[in-house]
Each structure stands twice: as structure tokens, then as C-alpha cells.
């Protein structure tokens, strides 16, 4: 059974960074789509950015291109999520999850993912 653990959230102001880190627990992440999603109060999930490091593979959603940055480290199985620039609108819960199926271009869509981890919340004030 896939676990994921997703870390790092925690609240900062409007500009500030954060560091999401999602770890797999005795899984490899290489051969899968991990992805980041976040979800407010009375907001639809939204799919944030994806990572398929063997068809060398990353997705961002508009929103966040450009402030956030996805990346895989293989000897610790983790996928982080780098945000910067955040801003208030970024605020929801964090979530990372990992599909087997070859997602390509639908890989910002929760349906297509397995596994997801608890969440981690990131609160950012104006």
C-alpha cells in the first residue's frame, strides 16, 4: 500500500516562501505521476503541479507558473513543492497524490489519481 506524507505547511505572510515535501513510504516515485493539489473552503480541488520524471514531464497550472517549482529527489523519494511569491489566494490545503496511469496533459485532474496523502495546510496573509 502507497503512503504518502505530505510536510511543510505552516502560515507566512503575503510574498513569503514555503517548502512542501512529499514522501513515499517504500515506494518509488520515478515511475509515477506525483502531483500537488490544493483545496480551499468551498473551492473545487485544483490540480497545482505534476511531475513524471521518466518521460521528463512537469505541469504547472497557470495560477501558479512561474512562483512555484515541483522537483523529485530520488535518493529520499520526495517530491517537493517550492512556492514563492505566495499570495493570499494560495492559502488552502495541501495535498500530494500519485497516480500509475499515464496521465500526460490530464495530469493536473484529481480523477486520475490513486493515492493522497493527509494534507498539509498553508495559510498566507495579506
Known amino acids: 500500500q502507497v503512503q504518502l506524507f505530505e510536510s511543510g505547511g505552516g502560515s507566512v505572510q503575503s510574498g513569503g516562501s514555503l517548502r512542501l515535501s512529499c514522501v513515499a513510504s517504500?515506494?518509488?516515485?520515478?515511475?509515477?505521476?506525483v502531483a500537488w493539489f490544493r483545496q480551499a473552503p468551498g473551492k473545487e480541488r485544483e490540480g497545482v503541479a505534476s511531475?513524471?520524471?521518466?518521460?521528463?514531464?512537469?505541469y504547472y497550472a497557470d495560477s501558479v507558473k512561474g512562483r512555484f517549482t515541483i522537483s523529485q529527489d530520488n535518493a529520499k523519494n520526495t517530491v517537493y513543492l517550492q512556492m514563492n511569491s505566495l499570495k493570499p489566494e494560495d492559502t488552502a490545503i495541501y495535498y500530494c497524490?500519485?497516480?500509475?496511469?499515464?496521465?500526460?496533459?490530464?495530469?493536473?485532474?484529481?480523477?486520475?489519481?490513486?493515492?493522497w496523502g493527509q494534507g498539509t495546510q498553508v495559510t498566507v496573509s495579506a
Open positions: 497524490a500519485e497516480s500509475r496511469l499515464n496521465l500526460g496533459r490530464g495530469a493536473l485532474y484529481a480523477r486520475g489519481y490513486n493515492y
Open positions: 517504500e515506494y518509488d516515485f520515478s515511475a509515477s505521476y
Open positions: 511531475i513524471y520524471p521518466i518521460g521528463d514531464e512537469i
